[in-house]
């Protein structure tokens, strides 16, 4: 019935024949998504996040380090002033995220809570500059410079330049990356065996927390839930779940040792102890 309802193969009767005989109808191609609304790693929309964000972390460095040195009341008042407003700007990331993430159309406790270890870094990253106690200097270290730049290599995230979560993404990711790295260079950090032990003992209590919370709600906090991101990364490679787990953890212990090992070996190959401490 109705099989020569249809004007031929090919023909204007295309689509109502190949819903009369059964067959699936071919519909028209979706329009591309316009520029703004998407993001793809290694592409323009890339160069340009990291053409605006590298460039203020470096020049923050530069200002906070030149004042640093001139050593002078006034000059050492600007660097104070320069921490508060990375200080007050990270405040305001952190509340845009919190309220965007907790509004009704986005919040799903399965990705919405703030426990990735970006998230409890850009919270501890305004104690950085304030309180400069010396665990979370530690924590932003390792957390901030040796884990969170991987957002800047290969950032996961689908939202474009149009969407507020690109926003937080990358504010957020500069004032994580930003602040340790400010504090590295203007303030001179530098990790000792115990501050690597310290913050070791801390990623895996969390890495644990998380990743029982992840079996319990089927989500992904600190990516080592079963869970596949939206966009392909390197933890894709370390193999099925759990075993990736343990090998993420391993990965991530050995690279915490190599990132404070090069101090003493730089020292030890200078042929000089540290003596310059950190502010």
């Known amino acids: 019935e109705g099989e020569g309802e249809g004007e031929g193969e090919g023909g204007p009767g295309t689509g109502h024949w190949a819903l009369s005989t059964g067959h699936s109808v071919c519909s028209p191609p979706m329009p591309p998504a ?19 964000t590298v460039p203020l972390i470096a020049v923050s460095c530069w200002l906070g380090r030149r004042w640093i040195v001139r050593g002078t009341t006034e000059s050492i008042s600007r660097e104070k002033q320069l921490c508060a407003a990375w200080a007050g700007f990270i405040v305001c990331v952190n509340v845009w ?16 809570l703030p426990l990735h270890m970006c998230d409890i870094g850009m919270l501890l990253a305004p104690l950085l500059f304030l309180t400069h106690w010396r665990p979370i200097r530690a924590i932003m270290y390792f957390w901030g410079i040796g884990l969170s730049t991987q957002a800047f290599v290969s950032p996961i995230l689908v939202e474009g330049v149009a969407e ?44 644990a927390g998380v990743g029982v919370l992840n079996v319990c709600l089927g989500s992904n906090y600190g990516y080592n839930g079963n869970v596949v991101p939206d966009r392909p990364t390197v933890i894709d490679r370390l193999g099925p779940w759990p075993a990736r ?13 190599v990132l404070w090992v090069v101090w003493p070996l730089s020292d030890r190959l200078r042929g000089r102890t540290r003596s310059t401490p950190s502010l």
């Open 245 to 257: 787990v343990f090998i993420l953890a391993g990965i991530a212990i050995a690279w915490f040792g």
């Open 34 to 52: 316009p520029w703004y609304a998407t993001f793809h790693s290694f592409t323009l929309d890339h160069a340009i996040a990291l053409a605006w």
């Open 164 to 207: 507020p979560r690109y926003w937080i993404f990358w504010l957020g990711h500069l004032a994580i990356v930003g602040s340790a790295v400010y504090d590295l260079i203007v303030r001179r950090f530098r990790p000792t065996i115990r501050d690597c032990v310290t913050t070791t003992l801390i990623t895996i209590a969390w890495y």
């Open 97 to 112: 995220s919190i309220f965007h993430w907790l509004q009704p159309e986005h919040y799903d406790i399965r990705r919405s």
